[in-house]
């Protein structure tokens, strides 16, 4: 079982100073906006027992200017250390910032591959003994071999790969398969349209959409289109969440 405290979802809009604007006991400062987190691991603990693998999804930073950073996201590792976790996946990022899309991390980052890695070194060098999953940007086996050589993770996690070859897994852990396609999505018109809406986010969501499209595809019995532009990936997303989907959003 995971609990998602990552991305933007409630658990991550408890830890973000944007987010969290409450002036009770949940909010304020840092040990406020984990209080949420905290007392919802010991509930789901209490009721799973003891001997039930729970994890944790947490981003690394939100990505946004004022938001939940680096350095505060540790302070939380370092606080779940103390409860009964069996593992923190590191990720980053929400809809307003997608990090864990690819879109708000620096070009050097996203050519090494995975994301987050950095971060989770440090988690490590602090927490050593926290089983940690890394989460965003894997392509090659080499980039997953050497994060997990590197001892920056125990767990390699793959997304997008898996949506366009539901077998990477198998093919990676056989060495049959080395890579992944890379596909990234990218509004045209950006100019333009960076006026009315925010790029980034909407960079993101259509990323995730192209291969939510693939995964229809396959549910239907066709086979992954690796030729899907992001226009038709664009007009599934209006079609399936309506416009508000290209709205801006406070924050998050
Ligand atoms: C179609 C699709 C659906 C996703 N759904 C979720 C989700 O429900 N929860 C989640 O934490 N992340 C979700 N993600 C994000 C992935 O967990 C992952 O963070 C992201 O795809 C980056 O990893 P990748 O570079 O291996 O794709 C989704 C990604 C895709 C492409």
């Keep these: 079982m995971q609990l998602h405290g990552a991305h933007g979802y409630l658990i991550s809009q408890f830890l973000s100073p944007l987010s969290n604007r409450r002036t009770d006991d949940w909010g304020g400062d840092l040990e406020d906006r984990m209080r949420f987190l905290v007392e919802t ?85 602090r927490v050593p003994g926290m089983p940690l999953m890394l989460t965003g940007g894997f392509r090659t086996l080499a980039a997953m071999q050497s994060a997990l050589d590197d ?43 960076g006026r009315v809406i925010n790029l980034r986010s909407i960079d993101g969501i259509l990323d995730l959409q192209w291969h939510t499209d693939q995964i229809h595809r396959m549910a239907a019995g066709l086979p992954p289109n690796l030729d899907r532009t992001w226009r038709q990936a664009l007009f599934s997303m209006i079609r399936r969440n309506g416009l508000g989907a290209l709205r801006r959003r406070r924050g998050f």
């Design 151 to 193: 001892g920056a993770c125990d767990l390699v996690g793959v997304g997008r790969a898996m949506c366009v070859d539901p077998a990477t897994g198998v093919g990676l852990l056989n060495g049959t398969v080395t890579g992944a396609p890379v596909e990234p999505k990218q509004l045209g018109m950006r100019r333009l349209l």
């Design 41 to 125: 691991v010991r509930a789901v603990r209490d009721t799973v027992g003891p001997h039930f693998p729970l994890a944790i999804k947490l981003n690394s930073a939100d990505f946004q200017r004022g938001g939940f950073d680096e350095h505060e996201s540790m302070a939380v590792v370092d606080r779940l250390a103390l409860e009964d976790v069996y593992l923190v996946e590191v990720s980053g990022g929400n809809f307003g910032a997608p990090a864990m899309m690819g879109k708000t991390v620096p070009e050097s980052t996203r050519r090494r591959e995975a994301y987050f890695q950095s971060y989770a070194e440090e988690v490590r060098r």
